[in-house]
């Protein structure tokens, strides 16, 4: 049974990231975990956060958070239950973040579920602030971002991108070979490149190790050059081949990493394109000795 965690801020967005979820996983059985997180202004000063005013205000926050999540769970039963789900709430009086990092620990979490918001002209954001800073800090669950106005559609072609430069290791990958299996979906393999050249020694060992954990499920391997951005060069390929979920592993200098540095005019509407499974690497010291274990073999 999975476990699913969805922080929900009672907006359109995160309903919409919520009725994803429920029909991604609706031939399987998952237990969702509905999170609303409240910090009232006053309560939130160490001056005054003990004060009874204080006290009123989170406990009338409480009481709305509760609320939200109940009006959540009778749209939820109304409009897209399905018999092999279960439901249960959270109302946290804490950051968001740091909740995230509690749950997934304690309730063993298999994925979070988040929506990303639009907006327009110089506010326009990459996913959304809360998004990305749960993906910069949840380092063991990975996370899929859903864009705002992004209708479910069953997710038969996958693109994942990456430039071979790191050695992956097969747990790493499993959550998108688990979604791959699924939904016996094509893998299409993605590299950007600023200029077009041939793969290194490396680079060519960690494309066939991927290959090897891909085994029989179908794959292709595409070589595209950089259209001013990463962002934009995955947005104009996931575009043209009608891709309806992107994969990326999020560690130092990755394409994840990458994007979400980039400058924000570069960036404009890439959120808004299709979902974004985000995978966290493995802890440092297994990712450094697999690495080592890849240039030993490579140069041997």
Not at 43 to 54: D, E, V
Not at 227 to 243: C, G, Q, R, V, Y
């Amino acid at each position: 049974m999975k476990n699913i965690l969805i922080p929900t801020d009672f907006s359109e967005n995160a309903w919409n990231a919520t009725c994803y979820a429920i029909a991604l996983f609706q031939n399987e059985e998952c237990v969702f975990h509905l999170l609303n997180t409240y910090t009232p202004a006053i309560a939130s000063s160490r001056f005054m956060a003990a004060s009874i005013n204080g006290g009123a205000m989170e406990n009338g926050a409480h009481q709305c958070s509760q609320n939200g999540l109940e009006k959540v769970l009778k749209r939820i039963k109304t409009t897209c239950a399905v018999p092999n789900h279960g439901f249960k709430t959270i109302s946290s009086f804490c950051m968001l973040v740091d909740e995230i990092k509690d749950i997934v620990k304690d309730r063993k979490i298999d994925l979070i579920v988040t929506g990303t918001k639009g907006a327009s002209g110089l506010e326009e954001v990459f996913m959304g602030s809360n998004t990305v800073r749960i993906i910069k800090s949840v380092e063991n669950c990975p996370v899929l971002a859903v864009p705002q106005h992004f209708d479910f559609k069953t997710p038969d072609e996958i693109a994942f991108a990456t430039d071979f430069n790191r050695f992956y290791t097969q747990s790493e990958l499993r959550p998108m070979l688990e979604m791959a299996k699924t939904f016996n979906a094509v893998i299409r393999i993605v590299h950007v490149q600023y200029e077009l050249k041939a793969l290194t020694e490396l680079q060519q060992f960690n494309l066939n190790m991927l290959r090897k954990y891909l085994g029989e499920r179908e794959h292709y391997v595409h070589t595209v050059t950089e259209l001013n951005s990463i962002s934009k060069t995955l947005e104009a390929f996931t575009k043209e081949l009608d891709i309806h979920l992107l994969a990326m592993l999020n560690y130092q200098h990755s394409y994840m990493e990458r994007v979400t540095r980039e400058p924000i005019v570069k960036k404009v509407a890439f959120h808004t394109q299709i979902p974004l499974l985000v995978i966290p690497e493995l802890g440092m010291n297994a990712s450094s000795m697999t690495q080592d274990k890849s240039l030993e073999t490579v140069s041997s």
